[in-house]
């Protein structure tokens, strides 16, 4: 191997330590994990002052409150996979092959993440329509919720 590949295999080994190290890092030093009572009552405080308007969105389910940034982060994740391959289908083709098997594996991998992304999207569906909201018929208000917890 010559000095371009070396540093071309580095840089995709550094790109792919990022994207996938970064969310197990993440993931292994959430807090929410180990404190799950605490980290409730961190969201529920956080709700408390939130405008009545994004309550009552929130309660009605008509901003998707919860789907919509896993929904965007899985849409990264597949859209960094897509430039991946791309990329190293131009670095097979301009180095003669070398990046043939990258190729395949990242092709490999796109699959495969696709199908876990189109089951995650399937579960988050299913369980969409089995989630009844609190607040769904509209007939009280965030206020009138938060005057009946006070009691």
Known sequence: MNLIQTLALV???AVWAWVLGRPLLE???????RDPVGHFNKQ????GQ?????????????QGWGRQPARKRRLQIMMALVIAVV??????????????WQVALLGLMLLGYIGLAARA???EAERGTKVAY??????SSPVQIQAIGER
């Open 11 to 13: 840089a995709l080994a």
């Open 27 to 33: 993931n292994l030093f959430n807090v929410a994990r």
């Open 44 to 47: 529920l405080s956080v709700l």
């Open 50 to 62: 939130a405008p009545e308007r994004s309550l009552s969105q929130a309660a009605t389910g008509s």
């Open 87 to 100: 990329i190293s289908a131009v670095l097979a083709i301009a180095l003669q092959g070398i990046f043939v």
């Open 121 to 123: 999207g399937a579960y």
């Open 134 to 139: 609190l607040n769904a018929d509209r007939t």
